[in-house]
């Protein structure tokens, strides 16, 4: 069983639709991730919360838009997305790096996101 | 830069030892890892390595790390069919960021 908590499991919308995404864990973690999947490839990052702050955006359209309430929860706010957004969208979590290295990551099961 | 290779496929029949070779090119990352992902599923850590060790066993899991070739490879013993699935290695880019290979795809057969 995972630690890291995604709901929902599945979500289908449209391309005008607001909706969001949630994550949590409970593991004690500073660091938070969005990534996203296509099938067959590996994850591809989106995004890193570190102690409660955005601290890496990896060039993401604004439609999508990340909110880390506590430390616990990370959510990803989507708007206005395209067909091509269609994927698996994993969180995970991890100590907070130290700069010494990186801290192993921890995956929650994902949202499987499709766009009409 | 990062550039992490793996091949595509591996097939094994159940009972035999799996072994799945992974190339990277960063030589200052500190951690490896591998990653399992069933259909359906997320990302299970199943086992990482430190760049100072050269090798990890973990019950049916061993990963074996050769800093000069840059090489990296996970055993698994006696492979199950829940052995079956995509196993990803990463290397750490920094103190946040993962370099995944493509995945190989493990299938085990009766």
């Known amino acids: 069983d995972t630690e890291v908590t995604q709901t929902p499991k599945h979500l289908v919308m449209g391309m005008t639709n607001k909706k969001s995404l949630k994550c949590e864990q409970h593991?004690?973690?500073?660091?938070m991730y969005w990534y996203k999947q296509k099938a067959k490839k590996p994850p591809e990052l989106m995004f890193v919360?570190?102690?409660?702050?955005?601290?890496i955006n990896e060039s993401v359209p604004s439609r999508f838009s990340p909110e880390c309430p506590n430390s616990s929860l990370l959510n990803l706010h989507l708007h206005a997305l395209q067909p091509e957004d269609s994927a698996l969208y994993l969180c995970?979590?991890?100590?907070?790096?130290?700069?010494?290295?990186?801290?192993?990551?921890?995956f929650g099961d994902g949202t499987r996101l499709s766009i009409l | 830069g990062e550039d992490v290779e793996q091949s595509l496929f591996l097939s094994v029949r159940e009972g035999d030892s799996s072994v799945i070779n992974c190339t990277y090119t960063?030589?200052?990352?500190?951690?490896l890892y591998w990653y399992k992902q069933e259909p359906g599923a997320g990302l299970q850590l199943l086992t990482y390595i430190f760049s100072n060790m050269d090798m990890k066993q973990d019950q049916r899991l061993t990963v074996l790390l050769n800093k000069k070739d840059k090489h990296l490879s996970l055993r698994i013993a006696d492979t199950q069919t829940g052995d079956s699935a995509i196993y990803f290695c990463a290397e750490s880019i920094n103190d946040y960021k993962l370099s995944f290979g493509a995945g190989t795809t493990v299938t085990v057969r009766a």
């Open positions: 593991m004690g973690h500073r660091a």
């Open positions: 960063d030589s200052s990352s500190t951690y």
């Open positions: 995970a979590s991890s100590q907070a790096g130290t700069g010494s290295g990186n801290q192993p990551q921890h």
């Open positions: 919360y570190s102690y409660e702050k955005l601290s």
